[in-house]
């Protein structure tokens, strides 16, 4: 089932085309991938599906109610986490939390606020002024702040950005679990493309406004066909780089090591014709294509 549906939207700054025209849907348990380069159109789509941002023309509709119309009964059930926006600096942690709690019908504010707090691993930052936090610690503030609901929708712009590695897992474990228990949607904009493949079901790519492909992440990186083959050439690296350039195969040079980029079915005749010109490699890795070189390949366009 759509949970949220999203029709021929489009924002415009006087001559500046933000969103050009973008359909898509996200389905109830779903976590959504938006992807592109910076000002691709990603934050302000987030914006409009917000209702902070009003459309210049186009629909939004979630719970098949339409958002201009029930925009206060919508957002009792949905919530969102940006690194793009600030809570007021001078207040604490639990003071912006209490704050922010009454914007939603919560029937026990103090209990829901302690299971944050755990969750989000705030214990020792309760009491202290947002202005006091690191990047890091604000991040994981908005969170809390995002969750504070217990949204049917979450919409997340960058949710893990400062955030250290060893935390930023902790929160794609807790948004999975969210997902799997409670059937939470999720749409998700990130530039960690890794962190993508883990959490998306689905990811669109937005480029100059427009959608330019909407698939899995496996489906997406398919459509690179470009291998990186790693060699640790212990002797014949001149000849390895001269086979290279002969055929304008493109590769990067490491101290031995020597990346070549190949179409998977070109491997075999290439690793041939290494042993024919007496070439010998200690190590061999083939990475196939990724999340990120289907990013890469897309941003340039």
Not at 135 to 146: C, F, P, Y
Request: glycine residues 4%; charged residues 25%; proline residues 3%.
């Amino acid at each position: 089932m759509d949970i949220l549906q999203v029709k021929n939207l489009n924002k415009r700054f006087k001559q500046f085309v933000a969103v050009d025209n973008i359909s898509f849907s996200l389905r109830e348990g779903e976590i959504l991938g938006i992807l592109g380069p910076n000002g691709a159109g990603k934050t302000t789509t987030i914006q409009m599906l917000l209702g902070v941002l009003t459309p210049t023309s186009g629909e939004i509709t979630y719970f098949d109610k339409n958002l201009k119309t029930h925009r206060e009964e919508i957002l009792e059930q949905v919530n969102f986490s940006s690194t793009y926006t600030n809570l007021p600096w001078n207040l604490t942690v639990k003071e912006n939390l209490i704050f922010l709690s009454y914007l939603y019908s919560i029937n026990d504010r103090s209990q829901r606020i302690k299971k944050l707090v755990t969750i989000f691993r705030l214990e020792k930052l309760i009491n202290q002024q947002m202005t006091d936090l690191s990047s890091g610690q604000v991040t994981r503030v908005n969170l809390a702040k995002a969750m504070i609901n217990f949204p049917k929708v979450l919409l997340l712009d960058e949710p893990t950005a400062s955030l250290d590695p060893e935390t930023a897992d902790h929160i794609r474990k807790f948004l999975l679990e969210q997902r799997k228990n409670f059937h939470v949607s999720i749409v998700f904009t990130s530039h960690n493309m890794t962190e993508v493949e883990d959490l998306c079901d689905r990811v669109i790519f937005i480029n100059q406004g427009k959608i330019v492909d909407d698939d899995t992440p496996e489906n997406l990186a398919k459509t690179i066909e470009i291998c990186h083959v790693e060699l640790n050439v212990a002797d014949g690296l001149k000849r390895t780089i001269e086979i290279c350039e002969n055929q304008n195969k493109k590769y990067q040079l490491e101290g031995r090591y020597i990346i070549i980029d190949l179409k998977e079915k070109e491997i075999p005749e290439f690793l041939r014709q290494l042993m024919d010109k007496g070439v010998n490699y200690d190590q061999i890795g083939i990475e196939k294509p990724s999340l990120e070189d289907y990013f890469l390949r897309k941003a340039k366009i």
